[in-house]
């Protein structure tokens, strides 16, 4: 069965720093291009970050700079290197492919002071 398990979020500062995790099962990774969203209250969801098989990588211009998408095909995980938060960051952030599958629980990320 497929499945995504986000992990990594949390409570953190204005200017910190977090390191999200996705672990994909059965070949959802595989040959697919892979995306990080992020769903705040009251809006839709958004993608954020894109990453193809080969690595070539795409952001959102809200977030370019500060996340870094990268992946472990052999390891069928999926991260997101978050720097520099900001309190629109806060978001549940979910992870899948650029063609979604049924979604996983997703992690909640909250910038506050």
């Known amino acids: 069965q497929e499945q995504l398990v986000e992990s990594g979020g949390s409570l953190v500062q204005p ?5 999200l995790s ?3 099962s059965g070949s959802i990774l595989t040959f ?3 995306a990080w969203y992020r769903q705040a209250p009251g809006k ?6 894109q990453i193809t ?13 500060r996340f870094t ?7 069928s995980t999926l991260y ?3 720097n520099n938060l900001k309190p629109e960051d806060t978001a549940v952030y979910y ?18 002071s």
Not at 15 to 19: E, F, I, N, V, Y
Not at 53 to 65: F, L, N, P, Q
Not at 95 to 112: D, F
């Open 15 to 19: 200017g910190g720093s977090l390191r």
């Open 53 to 65: 098989h080969g690595g070539r990588t795409g952001y959102a211009d809200s977030v370019k700079g």
């Open 44 to 49: 839709q969801r958004e993608l954020v970050a």
């Open 32 to 34: 697919n291009t892979m």
């Open 95 to 112: 992870c899948n492919r650029l063609n979604p599958i049924p979604w996983g629980q997703g992690t909640q990320v909250t910038v506050s």
């Open 80 to 82: 997101l290197q978050m």
């Open 69 to 75: 998408i990268s992946r472990d095909n052999l390891k």
């Open 22 to 24: 996705c672990a994909a």
